[in-house]
């Protein structure tokens, strides 16, 4: 007990997605996650504070990882420079090994409505931070929050792109892209659909 | 008990927010609600099934109003224009005479973590419910999120100036100027901080 264990968080990650898609989440209890990656309980308890951790425990730094990357671009960066920095940095949560990971949360997630209440509200939360910074910035309202809102929906949407067992492309170039369009989609909104633009 | 009480809902209503607001949200009991409102407690449940119904039973028909208003905009409307008309709508839950409510409610949210989350979920649901109609008006993806993200940021932007005890305007007049602005606001996102337009 107590011992240095190789990579125990990762094969902790791993034993309890593997556990949840086979039993569901409310099912699953830490020891059991523990057994299946072949530690001790304890070991679990130091890596996380309980079975919801594993799932969300990623968040602070993601959002660490947008703040900084807001903070740091230039004073001369537009309000959608920011965001697309924003959206780079998130990039290295979401490299090519995370994606088996990502997609199996995802699907966990999905599958109960908590966890789905829970996502929402990091996201919101997110979305707010985000805001803040940007007004720090010198951006002023309503601008910082819409920046925000197209940043959000960009993740999201890019997000759903890149667990699609289909995609071939990698994060940053989805968001990039979906950023785009939103940007795009901002002179659509006062044409009826169907109008050619 | 069980006979017919004039205006149950409306008094158990601001009886129940009377107590959330003198004795804190989780300390206070339906029974209390009802004995405050000089009605059974049976009556409180014929009328909501909890407590937290008395803050969030109003939710339903504001997305009923929200989706019958962009639901009922002509063929020709813009994707603006719809969410310009699910905001007019919902002015009908927002009249001078609910404006105190709708402060003491949102002084009893503001207070707990819980139902801030829970009024964050709503809004999120309303906002997908929102960008689910203007996709089925033919707006594609991704001007129908979108669009309901400005209407939601004009939303909530306009609740919070109509509950300011400050404020004098109607709850209309304030959610078309914060969606002119949050319109104005999309062909600054490409701008430099401070950069005159």
């Known amino acids: 007990m107590g011992r240095w264990e190789p ?22 209890t830490a020891a059991e996650i523990a ?6 309980k304890s ?12 799932l969300f425990g990623g968040q602070d730094r993601l959002n660490r990882l947008f ?11 537009t309000p959608l420079d920011a965001v697309a920095a924003a959206l ?18 995802h699907a966990v997630i999905s599958g109960n409505s908590d966890l789905r209440e829970r996502e929402l509200l990091k996201l919101a939360a997110l979305t707010a931070v985000m805001a803040d910074t940007l ?4 951006v002023p309202d309503p601008a910082a929050s819409l920046a925000a809102e197209l940043g959000s929906l960009a993740f999201r949407n890019a997000h759903a792109r890149w667990i699609d067992p289909a ?18 989609a901002t002179a659509t909104l006062d044409q009826a659909p169907g109008t050619a633009r």
């Open 67 to 77: 703040i900084d990357a807001v903070t740091g671009v230039p004073d001369s960066a």
């Open 7 to 28: 990579n125990a968080r990762e094969r902790l990650g791993r034993s309890a997605l593997e556990l949840f898609l086979e039993r569901g989440y409310e099912s699953t």
């Open 167 to 184: 995609n071939q492309q990698d994060f940053p170039d989805l968001a990039r892209q979906e950023l785009n369009e939103l940007k795009a």
């Open 43 to 54: 070991t679990f308890f130091r890596h996380f504070a309980d079975k919801r951790e594993v």
């Open 88 to 105: 780079d940095a998130v990039a290295a949560a979401f490299g090519p090994e995370q994606r088996a990971f990502v997609r199996q949360r």
């Open 35 to 40: 057994e299946r990656a072949g530690l001790a």
């Open 135 to 138: 007004r720090e910035r010198g």
